[in-house]
C-alpha cells in the first residue's frame, strides 16, 4: 500500500487553481521530494495532505485515509514541520517537546523516553532548557523537525525545511534528514536543487500547480538529456507549457 | 490530556509576559490607591473603598480580555498553530485550553485586589468569597470577549480594540469611575444595555450581602457571557478552517 495517494487532488482559490488535477503515488518508507519555484503548489499540497486545508475536488489517502473523509485518522498517522518555523517562542524547548507529547496523551515515563530519544538524535541537550525563542533559526528549524517527529508518525511532511537557513545550518539539517530515512515515510518540499538531488528517493517537480514531472534525480536527468540536475530541472520547467 | 497540555501552554505564555503581570496585577492596584489618595484629600462618595474595590476588580479583567486575544492573535499568525491543528486537538480543545487558564489567573487577580483594599479600609467580612464566587461568570464573559477579538482580529488591531477601546468603553460604561446619571438619560440607558454596569453593581450587592439585588443584575452578564461565547467559538472554529 502507498503511504500517500493522491486522485485527481485539485485546489482552487477564486480563479486561481494552486493544485490542479494532481496524481502522485508515495511508496512507503520513500524520501519524496516536491521541487518547484514559489508559487508552484508545493505548500498547497501538503497542507490539503496535512488536513490544514481541504480540496476543492478530488482526494488523498494518507496512511490508507481519505484526507477529506477520515481527517481525524490521518492526523493520528502524521507530523508536520511547517514551512515557519513553528514553536511556543516562551516555552523551553524540553517544554515545547513536552507540550506535544501532551497532545498525543504520552505517559510521564514516555515523554521523558521521547525526549530522551529526540534530543539524542538531534543533538538538543544542550539547549533543552533555553527559551525557542531565543535560539538561532538553524535550533529552531531543529526542535520544530524534533516536534514533528514527537508522535512516532507513520508519515512526516517537512515544507522547506532548510529555508533561510546558512550553508553550515542546512548541512547539519541534511544530516537529520538522511538520518531519518526508512524510519519513516517522509513528503518534503523545497526550491533548494541540491537538497531534493541529495536527500530524495524520488522527486516530483511542480509548476503552477501541476505535476511536470516524476523520477529519481538520475532518471529526471535522463529524461532532459543532461548530466546536471539543476540543468535538468530548468530544462522540464521551461519546456512544460503550463 | 490533550486539552490539558495546550492549557498549561497558554497559561505559561500568559504569565511569562511581564507586561502582563504588571499591568493585569500592577495597574488596578495602582488605580486602587491612587483613588483612595484621592478619596482620602476629595471625599466622593463613590471612591470610598467599599465602593471603588468591586468596580476596580472588575475593570481588571478588561486585561484578561487583552492577554487572551492577544494569545490567540499571535498563535493565529504563527505557524505554531498551524503545527496544533495537524495534531489530534479538537475544536473543543482550542477553546478549552484557551479560556481555563485565563480563568485562575483572572480569580487570583480579583484575589490580590480585594486583599490589597483590606489595609485600605474595605470591610472584611464572609460576603467577601460571595463576591469573589460572583466574578466567575464576569470572568467567562471578559474571556468569552477575548476569544472572540482573538479570532477576528490580528495583533495589532487587538491591542488597539482591546488595549484601547475595550478597556476604555468598559470603564465608561460600568459606573466604576462616575455616576453614569451624571451623562443623562441617553447614556445611562446604553449603559444598562450592556453587561458592565451590572458586573460592578452585582459584586457591590455581593459584598454588601445584598444577595436579592445581586440577582437583578446576573441575567444580562450570563446573557452577555453565553451569546458572546457561542459567537466566539464559531468563529474560532471559522477560521480553522479557513486555514
Redesign the interface.
Known amino acids: 500500500m502507498e503511504a500517500i495517494k493522491t486522485v485527481e487532488l485539485t485546489k482552487r482559490y477564486k480563479s486561481l487553481i494552486a493544485v490542479n488535477k494532481l496524481n502522485l503515488e508515495i511508496k512507503q518508507g520513500e524520501l519524496f521530494s516536491l521541487l518547484g519555484v514559489n508559487g508552484a503548489g508545493k505548500t498547497t499540497t501538503v497542507?490539503m495532505l496535512?488536513?490544514?486545508?481541504?480540496p476543492s475536488s478530488g482526494d488523498a489517502y494518507v496512511g490508507g485515509y481519505s484526507v477529506t473523509k477520515e481527517p481525524?485518522q490521518v492526523?493520528?498517522l502524521?507530523g508536520?514541520?511547517?514551512?515557519?518555523?513553528?514553536?511556543?517562542p516562551?516555552?523551553s524547548v524540553e517544554?515545547n517537546l513536552?507540550?506535544?507529547?501532551?497532545?498525543?496523551?504520552f505517559s510521564k515515563e514516555k515523554t521523558k523516553a521521547r525526549i530522551r530519544e529526540l534530543a539524542c538524535q538531534f543533538g538538543l541537550d544542550a539547549v533543552l532548557r533555553k527559551k525557542a525563542g531565543k535560539l538561532s533559526g538553524g535550533w529552531q528549524r531543529r526542535v520544530?523537525i524534533a516536534?514533528?517527529l514527537i508522535?512516532e508518525p507513520q508519515i512526516l511532511f517537512l515544507d522547506e525545511p532548510t529555508i533561510g537557513l546558512d550553508v553550515l545550518a542546512r548541512h547539519e539539517l541534511w544530516k537529520c534528514i538522511q538520518e531519518l530515512k526508512g524510519k519513516a515515510t517522509i513528503l518534503l518540499t523545497t526550491h533548494y536543487m541540491e537538497e531534493a538531488e541529495r536527500l530524495s528517493d524520488r522527486i516530483g517537480i511542480m509548476k503552477n500547480g501541476i505535476l511536470l514531472a516524476v523520477g529519481t534525480a538520475e532518471e529526471l536527468k535522463r529524461k532532459a538529456g543532461t548530466d546536471d540536475f539543476e540543468a535538468a530541472f530548468v530544462s522540464i520547467v521551461k519546456e512544460a507549457a503550463v | 490530556?490533550?486539552m490539558?497540555?495546550?492549557a498549561?501552554?497558554c497559561a505559561?505564555?500568559i504569565l511569562?509576559?511581564p507586561i502582563n503581570l504588571g499591568f493585569g496585577l500592577g495597574f488596578p492596584i495602582v488605580l486602587l490607591l491612587m483613588l483612595s489618595a484621592m478619596q482620602a484629600n476629595i471625599p466622593v462618595n463613590m471612591f470610598q473603598i467599599d465602593e471603588l474595590t468591586p468596580g476596580i476588580t472588575v475593570f481588571g479583567l478588561s486585561f484578561m480580555t487583552l492577554f487572551s486575544a492577544t494569545l490567540i492573535a499571535k498563535d493565529r499568525e504563527?505557524?505554531?498553530l498551524?503545527?496544533?491543528?495537524?495534531?489530534?486537538?479538537t475544536g473543543v480543545d482550542f477553546i478549552l485550553g484557551y479560556m481555563l487558564p485565563v480563568l485562575p489567573i483572572a480569580l487570583g487577580q480579583t484575589v490580590i485586589c480585594y486583599l490589597f483594599a483590606i489595609p485600605l479600609g474595605l470591610t472584611v467580612n464572609v460576603n467577601l468569597i460571595y463576591a469573589i464566587l460572583g466574578m466567575i461568570p464576569v470572568t467567562v464573559l471578559y474571556i468569552a470577549l477575548g476569544l472572540l477579538c482573538g479570532s477576528l482580529l490580528n495583533v495589532k488591531q487587538v491591542g488597539g480594540v482591546c488595549g484601547a477601546l475595550l478597556t476604555n468603553l468598559s470603564a465608561w460604561l460600568s459606573g466604576v469611575w462616575f455616576d453614569l446619571r451624571l451623562l443623562g438619560g441617553t447614556f445611562s440607558k446604553i449603559a444598562r444595555a450592556l453587561p458592565f454596569v451590572h458586573a460592578v453593581e452585582m459584586e457591590k450587592a455581593l459584598c454588601k450581602g445584598n444577595f436579592t439585588q445581586a440577582a437583578t443584575h446576573i441575567l444580562p452578564i450570563l446573557l452577555y457571557g453565553g451569546g458572546i461565547m457561542v459567537l466566539a467559538v464559531a468563529c474560532f472554529l471559522r477560521k480553522k478552517?479557513k486555514?
Open positions: 497542507k496535512t488536513c490544514l486545508t481541504k481525524n492526523k493520528r502524521i508536520v514541520s511547517p514551512q515557519e518555523t513553528a514553536v511556543a516562551n516555552l517544554e513536552k507540550l506535544l507529547c501532551g497532545i498525543y496523551g520544530s516536534m514533528a508522535g | 490530556m490533550r490539558w497540555a495546550f498549561k501552554r505559561k505564555e511569562r509576559d504563527s505557524a505554531l498551524q503545527r496544533l491543528y495537524t495534531t489530534p486537538l478552517q486555514t
